[in-house]
């Protein structure tokens, strides 16, 4: 095709995905505003449709070091969490009524998140992202799962989306102890040795890990690399607050189930034929000194 047709073409979608997601903006906004205004039950028309992925979409790999305009709370009492579950919000007391306990860390696309927020109707879960038009899709398709299922028992108020970098000031998010469970679906893989630091799963990360779980809580990973699989198998191993969990465990919990089939990159390893390596492991006593 003639360069500078294609250069066009290429243009007017471009300036179709901005219009779309400039719209969506308007409506991200409205919800915010209007999350804690029950009188106004009539939800716009835009705001109750489903994002359409196609404008969302962004550069498979972000570059975790690289993310300076990130905002972070100073503290996890400092941290407003009334804003993404404004439902679990007491007014009078202006407390949240319960913590976020479950956390899906790179969430993508938010499949995940959906899946876990039928399991678990009653439990705080986030999803951590850093892509900026990710996060933003997942945020409103969770405002149109709201909007579309108000008056129904699983209405989708426990789920939300963060945008930031979880290897980094994880523990101003969450308070030592917080978290029940944590998944890492389908991490980035960084093939290449050099840039094996920037794994979501290390040494250093992993005591901030086991900081924001509580005893017993599971670390649940998947991936389709088998040499990330083995990595993640190795640092968790060694790492003295963490225990593996058998083959017979990881069969009969329902987080292993919904983890295997929800995630979009776990659906598309599926349709690839891929393979698909599970590791989970347990959240062990502080050793006493
Ligand atoms: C391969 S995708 C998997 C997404 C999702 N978990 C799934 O299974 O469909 C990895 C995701 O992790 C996100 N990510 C990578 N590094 C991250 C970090 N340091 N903090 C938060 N998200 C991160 C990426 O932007 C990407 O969306």
């Known amino acids: 095709m003639d360069k500078s047709l294609q250069k066009t073409e290429q243009e007017e979608i471009e300036s179709k995905r901005k219009v779309y997601r400039e719209a969506k903006e308007q409506t991200r906004k409205n919800a915010r505003r209007l999350r804690f205004d029950e009188s106004n039950p009539q939800p716009k028309k835009d705001s109750v449709d489903s994002p359409r992925k196609r404008f969302y979409r962004q550069r498979a790999h972000s570059n975790p070091f690289s993310d300076h305009r990130l905002d972070y ?113 389908f991490p980035d893989p960084h093939f290449k040795q050099r840039k094996h630091k920037a794994r979501i799963i290390t040494n250093t990360l992993l005591s901030e890990y086991a900081y924001a779980l509580k005893v017993g809580g599971i670390i649940y990973t998947i991936t389709d690399v088998e040499d990330l699989h083995n990595w993640m198998v190795e640092h968790l191993t060694e790492h003295p607050l963490f225990e ?30 891929g393979d698909k390596f599970i590791a989970c492991f347990r959240r062990l006593p502080d050793p006493e000194i």
Not at 152 to 168: L, P, S, T
Not at 258 to 271: A, D, H, L
């Open 73 to 185: 709370p100073k503290s996890p009492e400092s941290m407003d969490w009334s804003k993404y579950y404004p439902q679990y919000h007491d007014k009078e007391s202006n407390n949240m009524l319960q913590d976020v306990e479950i956390a899906d860390i790179g969430c993508g696309y938010g499949g995940l998140l959906i899946n876990l927020s039928k399991e678990f109707p009653k439990t705080l879960c986030l999803g951590m992202e850093i892509r900026v038009q990710v996060t933003q899709y997942v945020e409103d398709r969770i405002i149109a799962l709201r909007e579309q299922n108000k008056s129904k028992d699983i209405n989708y108020q426990n789920i939300a989306v963060i945008r930031g970098n979880a290897m980094k000031f994880l523990p101003n998010f969450f308070k030592k102890s917080q978290l029940s469970k944590m998944f890492f679906c």
């Open 244 to 273: 593996r969990l058998d083959k017979q465990w990881e069969d009969q919990d329902k987080c292993v189930e919904i983890m295997y089939n929800s995630t979009e990159e776990g659906q598309k390893v599926e349709r690839n034929k």
